[in-house]
């Protein structure tokens, strides 16, 4: 194996005849400038680039790319994910529209993983840490080039996207852009890359045949490149970069690999010269009032819960106010969800129709008319929201994609983006509610939208009371679900895997198996875990305090009786704990019982958890926990370690 037979691989050459040319140095450099900045400049020429153009501006493109592709895209390497498979062509096109500028580029990746291809394995330990991690490494990137004077994101998916948010937030005096990976399309024939991630459960119920589950698992990602064509965490954190101010106008959700996709590259390239000549930095677009857009359009979109732990991520990053449930309670009270799009409905069009129709400024056209956005914010290209609104309003581009939408799909954009009053009529609920009760002191989370209306009363109200089935792993769960021991009227139990017991797994493969069997609209599921973007239904995550923290949720047994209210008209809930077996009582005595009990047997962090998991969920834990955004605050951080120190004798 180690023994070579063609005689080329000895002719080993030891010196090189090098770059031609000169430095572009004067005496001055040389007396003032740092050893690196000036070695910067002999690397440079060493890989190639002309010398007499280093003495240029100098721009890091920032990517989560993954995989290796020939030039006609053909695999070499796989990545993880189609969301940074053709994240190259991208950052490409950028690159060469900087250079024809007249700046140097620099190009650095972090790639990242595929919450899709975690679910229900212990790859998922790592996903929630992964995006604190990945922020880390990328501010250290950016900062081990300290020549560069801009920086532009490229990133598509569940952590890859915030987590490099998270890193542009970080530099308050540095030009920065957000360039979305887009999405993929869905088949001409077949399942969206959400329904078709149910193929086991279903056919472990008989509701669809193994040729058919071969064949729709085959053909779900019918393009090589972009998130899902479902608004989860991917698409969700796509439109809240571009509605942050990060990302360019109708950037999100862009189908990968076609032309407009690219142009979106160039002119993201633009911008951030643009930026540069006009002296905008990243402090300039990321203020309060761009959160709060954020949080706005959040809303009006439906998006994912997943975005909670996001949002408030970015805003400690950037030094900003961070949102609290009482600002998200408040934005989804004023907010009307206005998208029709996959997982919610009504009707369930993929992403790239949301795109057509108009994206993110076309909900904003309609936020708008309520007065519901600081339109004083600056863009990602440099002018302010209203000036941005008024161009869409009336551009070409408006006008020729919502054409093209219903000439291609025959369907009306107006079908997908609405107005308030429309979506009113269509039963279109505002998106989240944070439910509270005796076991969820400190609260809970449920997409409220996206109950399925059939078990909501007139009133708006849903309400499910049944009998306990607790279970402390998502292995044991899921194996419950297939097997039939979950019925319709159950209250699924997940406990102790939330921050310490999983790193906060996110439990997409019981969500979407409850969605799509047909039974599953009749259980209501309770974690203290978290859910994919694309989880619908009468799911209750982020309970706090987690159970492994002494939570109340962790000391209920199979047969109790849980009690569930969400009012999807004005956004209040309680989950409770009212009852044992035949005997019923007041959520009060319900307290009293659990504060009695010990917690359940099985209770116990994951065997599995990594050791790189705990740290996360420790370090998380101090500086405010999930509510926070799980975040690392370093002076708590210091101030609880000194304080241990101190009381330790260390």
Known sequence: MLEFEDERFFQVYTKGVGPTGRLPLTEEMLRTWASGDLFGWTQNAGMGWDVNRLASRQILLLSTQGGIREPDGTPIALGYHTGHWELGLLTQAAAKTLRA?????????????????????????????????AALVMRRLIRSLPTREAVMGFATCDKGLPATMIALASFPNVPV??????????????????????????????????????????????????GCQFLGTAATSQVVAEAMGLALPHSALAPSGQPIWEEIARQSAEAILHQMNTRITSQDILTDAAIHNAMVVHAAFGGSTNLLLHIPAIAHAAKRSVPSVKDWTHVNHDVPRLVSVLPNGPEYHPTVRVFLAGGVPEVMLQLRKDNLLDERVLT?????????????????????LRKRLVEQDGISPDRIIMDRMTAKQRGMTSTVTFPTGNLAPEGAVIKSTAIDPSVVDDDGVYRHTGPVKAYTSERAAIEAIKTGTIVAGDVLVLMGRG????????????????????????????????????????????????????????KLRDGDIVSVVIDTQNLVGTVDFVGEGECRFHADEGTAILAARPAHPGLKADPDLPDDTRLWAALQGISGGTWRGSVYDVDQIIEVLEAGKKALGL
């Open 177 to 226: 852009i957000l360039v979305p990976g887009g999405v993929t399309l869905p088949p001409e024939h077949g399942e969206d890359a959400g329904t078709v991630q149910t193929i086991g459960a279903r056919f472990t119920h008989g509701e669809m045949t193994l040729e058919d589950a071969a064949e729709m698992g085959c053909r779900a990602c019918a393009t090589p490149g972009g």
């Open 380 to 400: 990602a290209t440099g002018e302010p929201l209203h000036v941005v609104l008024d161009w869409w309003e009336n551009s070409e581009r408006r006008w020729q």
């Open 101 to 133: 500028e007249g700046a140097i580029p620099f190009a650095a990746y972090v790639s990242d993983p595929c919450d899709g291809r975690s679910q229900g394995t212990s790859a998922m330990f790592d996903s929630l840490p992964y995006r604190n991690d």
């Open 499 to 554: 921050p310490s017991g999983t790193g906060m797994e996110e439990t997409y493969q019981l969500t979407s198996a409850l969605k799509h069997l047909s039974f599953g609209k009749q259980v209501c599921l309770i974690t203290d875990a978290r859910f994919s973007g694309v989880s619908t239904g009468a799911c209750i995550g982020h309970v706090g305090p987690e159970a492994l923290a002494g939570g109340p949720l962790g």
